[in-house]
Structures are given as structure tokens and as C-alpha cells.
Nanobody
Framework: VQLQASGGGLVQAGGSLRLSCAAS????????MGWFRQAPGKEREFVAA????????IYADSVKGRSTISRERGASTLFLSMENLKPEDTAIYYC?????????????????WGQGTLVTVSS
């Protein structure tokens, strides 16, 4: 399964973006999905996750209240809407497919990873 993330770009602080992630094919099982990000010189960190059903979501404290993760029901298509962007949100954003149906913050529980899309927030 290949994941294609898109929607990144350059935005001013306070602006908004909507990231998308599409899988090349269905995974064949019911999988949660998530977003992670990696800023220059920093380790990859969890951003948000959503269960297979879409009923459960988890957000990192750094984006909570400013971001919404969603998915097409029954599909391996994932979205992340981000508002009130801050310069510290600058990073490469990666989408991933989990090994199970439950949303999780643990990167080790994700099986497939996309190539990432760059988000740059200028001050």
C-alpha cells in the first residue's frame, strides 16, 4: 500500500491548510490512520489519529483545538484540517495506516507510511 499525502505549502501564521492522504488501494482490513510530523532537526512526533470507524480521534496537545482529523467512511482516505497555524507547525507531515482499527499515538503501531508533504508557516 502506498500513501500519497498532499495539501502542504507555504502559509502565513494564523492561516489554515487542509492536508489529504490517499492510499493506492484498500488495505484489506479495518485500519486506523494517523498524521505525524517532523520538523527540521527534531524527531518525528504524533499529530492526530482516527479510528477505522471515525468515531474515536486523538490529538497532540500542540494541535488540539486547532486541528480536525477526518476520513472518508470505509476508505483509506485521510484528511487533516489545521487552523490558526503557527511557525512551530512547520514540518513535513506524514500520513500512516495503523495495524489495527483503534486510534493510537504510537508510531510503532503504524504499518504503512506516506512520503510526506511539507508545511511551512511564516511569521
Amino acid at each position: 500500500v502506498q500513501l500519497q499525502a498532499s495539501g502542504g505549502g507555504l502559509v502565513q501564521a494564523g492561516g489554515s491548510l487542509r492536508l489529504s492522504c490517499a492510499a493506492s488501494r484498500r488495505t484489506g482490513s479495518n485500519n486506523a490512520m494517523g498524521w505525524f510530523r517532523q520538523a527540521p532537526g527534531k524527531e518525528r512526533e504524533f499529530v492526530a489519529a482516527i479510528s477505522w470507524s471515525g468515531g474515536d480521534t486523538i490529538y497532540a496537545d500542540s494541535v488540539k483545538g486547532r486541528s480536525t482529523i477526518s476520513r472518508e467512511r470505509g476508505a483509506s482516505t485521510l484528511f487533516l484540517s489545521m487552523e490558526n497555524l503557527k511557525p512551530e507547525d512547520t514540518a513535513i507531515y506524514y500520513c500512516a495506516v495503523a495495524r489495527s482499527s483503534a486510534a493510537t499515538t504510537n508510531a510503532g503501531y503504524y504499518r504503512y507510511w506516506g512520503q510526506g508533504t511539507l508545511v511551512t508557516v511564516s511569521s
